[in-house]
């Protein structure tokens, strides 16, 4: 199975607020784990990124919580902005291979101001 | 070069005729992918370039598809007799092949229309 789930599909948040994007998967393969923010109208790009050989990751803001036990991980925004506002997406993709990304169906992150 | 660029940012055709996107790759990125992105959903692969090699397709891309990068640099993506189900963002996406490195870095995409 290369799917990837996500949920939730739609998140409203206060300014200053914590938002929690929940991803998982089947595939145990999967060995690379990124977020891309997709703003309307342009590209994905590259939030933050994961490897399964730790259980979390912190940029700035945007932190990546990985559970391997679970086949879970999750996007956490903390001090949430409204410029934050924007679709994002979790992916996975499996060493050796073309390194393809397999992406969830997203989540519309609206934060209030 | 600032990031990978794409052609023409939209298309709108009539069904059955044939439309052809192009990609640019960030300089000296050798591996480039092609992917579609319907209204609410996530992207999804549909094909993969090392160099100047296609080395990977998904069950996605019909017969009606083809891509192609010669020389190793940009690549174009060709629908024959679209219909109305291609409508869609193709978008494009380049990395630099390492052991480490995996970052794909996507164009603005090319939003096709099929009336």
């Known amino acids: 199975q290369q799917q990837v789930k996500q949920s939730p599909q739609s998140l409203i948040v206060q300014k200053g607020g914590i938002s929690i994007i929940n991803c998982a998967y089947e595939n145990t393969a999967f060995d690379y784990f990124p977020w891309y923010q997709q703003f309307p109208g342009k590209g994905p790009a590259l939030l933050i990124a994961i490897r399964p050989d730790v259980s979390e990751k912190k940029e700035g803001r945007f932190t990546i919580s990985f559970n391997k036990s679970a086949k879970q991980f999750s996007l956490h925004i903390m001090d949430s902005q409204p410029g934050d506002s924007a679709t994002y997406f979790c992916a996975a993709s499996i060493v050796g291979s073309a390194r393809q990304l397999t992406f969830g169906s997203g989540t519309q992150l609206t934060v209030l101001p | 070069d600032t990031g990978v660029s794409q052609n023409p940012r939209h298309k709108i055709t009539k069904r059955g005729q044939n439309v052809t996107f192009r990609c640019d790759p960030i300089?000296?990125?050798?591996?480039l992918y092609w992917y579609r992105q319907t209204l609410g959903q996530g992207p999804e692969f549909l094909t993969y370039?090392?160099?100047?090699?296609?080395?990977?397709k998904s069950r996605l891309l019909s017969d009606r598809f083809s891509a192609e990068r010669p020389k190793g640099s940009f690549s174009t993506l060709e629908i024959q007799r679209t219909e109305q189900g291609d409508s869609a963002m193709y978008l494009c996406?380049?990395?630099?092949?390492?052991?480490?490195?995996?970052?794909?870095?996507f164009g603005p995409g090319t939003r096709l229309t099929v009336l």
């Open positions: 370039f090392q160099n100047e090699a296609q080395l990977e």
């Open positions: 996406a380049s990395s630099l092949r390492s052991d480490r490195a995996d970052t794909q870095y």
């Open positions: 300089s000296e990125h050798n591996r």
